[in-house]
């Protein structure tokens, strides 16, 4: 979301870069880095991610691979390319804040021809979601007396914005029991996690990780949660060598890592450092947001994850280890035959689309909780609307305080900008 001005020389070769960062608005780039709470479905349910990173500019339309490679040699740092930043920064630097959102589109990589106008579609509509995120916020920028345009009704200004987050949360931990909607799965899942790892899978944005993360909080087991949200792209190697990283960060951050291991190396070094500081204990860890389609990636990944599970099944004599896993794609009929053990360790559990009975719910105790008052036609609307995914429900609420409130005059309106955001997962 910054820029590096791409003036240079050419010598021997080789590009070299003559000029410093300039770095956007610190005030743009904090509001930005702090909208956790935004979501924008891509394709086959992914959801997109906010890159914070220097991007080259400059007057080169780039496609391709070598000249790429030779400017991401010059600028490692760098997360894209584009054209225009550089009139940006030279007509707002010293004048006003500026910051250049970008959805990415192509890897210029010669393939930038391949689906080009829907793949430019999504890129610019993430971007323009981000901003919207960012700029109807009625609080984002408080510290300099901005508010959006925005009529608001007296509704949605009267309701403590806390007390918003609160209530639509996205992420599960014990405040937020109250605003927790239990289900038949919470008993299922409960019960399992006395005796097996779990790896539970579902279209996105039906609960997966919460339903989990509720229940291992409210039975208080120990546990500690790695994301792999950051491996987009990256091979399933790469991805034990990042759990490998983040436990170790999070148990030995002292401690600094030398070297790409293997993944037989990775495997040994997780069971070693989860051993060393819970030996005698019982921890699970909970790996989250795992970045696999149902392709042979997945077939690899849950090949190698049965080997980790079951390598650590091996030692349980030390340690009792259980693993908590969450992705889209069910990873049951990649289960070779040699990994037939598996399902003596691990329970797989799908996490079904909502009945209409439990959104019906979830509507009646968001409204309770929130103390809004709700026609009933428009609460059957949102019902049917999300086609069984609670975050679907709890993004209509988000975007109706943005758009004035939910009310019979809006909320087609409303419901029509979320199915938009979330392409109606």
């Known amino acids: 979301m910054y820029y590096t001005i791409k003036f240079k020389k050419v010598q021997n070769g080789d590009d070299i870069i003559r000029t410093n960062d300039a770095p956007s608005s610190r005030l743009l780039l904090n509001k930005f880095k702090s909208a956790l709470s935004w979501e924008f479905l891509l394709k086959d349910n992914m959801k997109a991610k906010m890159i914070c990173a220097p991007i080259l500019s400059g007057e080169e339309l780039i496609n391709d691979l070598a000249r790429r490679d030779q400017l991401v040699k010059a600028k490692p740092t760098a997360k894209g390319g584009e054209m ?5 920064y030279s007509a707002a630097d010293g004048k006003c804040d500026w910051i250049l959102i970008k959805g990415i589109c192509d890897f210029a990589d010669g393939n930038k021809d391949t689906d080009k106008d829907a793949n430019q579609v999504l890129a610019m509509q993430s971007a323009v979601s ?4 960012v700029f109807l916020s009625k609080t984002a920028f408080d510290c300099i007396d901005l508010k959006p345009i925005n009529t608001i009704s007296k509704q949605s200004s009267t309701i403590n914005h ?5 209530v639509l949360f996205d992420r599960y931990d014990a405040q937020k ?3 927790y909607l239990i289900r038949e799965i919470d008993g299922s899942i409960s019960n399992n996690l006395q005796i097996y790892s779990i790896w539970v899978h579902g279209k996105s944005g039906r609960g997966k990780s919460n339903t989990v993360l509720r ?3 409210h039975k208080e087991y120990n546990h500690i949660m790695v994301s792999l949200a950051n491996c987009i792209g990256l091979t399933p190697d790469d991805f034990f060598r990042e759990i490998f990283i983040e436990l170790s960060q999070k148990l030995e951050p002292d401690n600094k890592i030398i070297g790409n291991e293997t993944f037989q190396q990775s495997i040994r070094n997780i069971i ?3 051993e060393r500081h819970f030996k005698d204990d019982e921890v699970y860890v909970i ?15 849950t090949d190698k994850i049965c080997s980790l599970f079951i390598s650590n099944s091996m030692r349980s004599d030390k340690t009792n280890i259980k693993y908590i896993l969450s992705s889209i794609y069910p990873p049951t009929k990649h289960i070779t035959d040699y990994n037939q053990k598996i399902y003596e360790i691990v329970k797989f559990v799908e996490i079904k689309d909502w009945e209409k009975k439990e959104c019906s719910n979830l509507v009646d105790l968001i409204e309770k909780k929130l103390e809004l008052k709700i026609d009933m036609a428009v609460k059957e609307e949102i019902v049917i609307s999300s086609n ?3 975050r679907f429900i709890k993004k209509i609420f988000k975007n109706s305080f943005a758009l004035g409130g939910l009310n019979i005059k809006n909320y087609k309106e409303v419901i029509a900008e979320t199915k938009r955001e979330l392409s109606n997962s």
């Open 130 to 133: 981000l901003c919207k995120d």
């Open 287 to 301: 790996i989250d947001e795992i970045p696999i389609g149902d392709d042979e990636n997945c077939k690899d990944f």
């Open 162 to 166: 806390r007390k918003i987050n609160q």
């Open 215 to 217: 229940n291992i909080i």
């Open 272 to 274: 070693s450092l989860l």
């Open 177 to 179: 029991e109250d605003y």
């Open 84 to 88: 225009e930043g550089v009139g940006l």
């Open 388 to 390: 069984g995914s609670p």
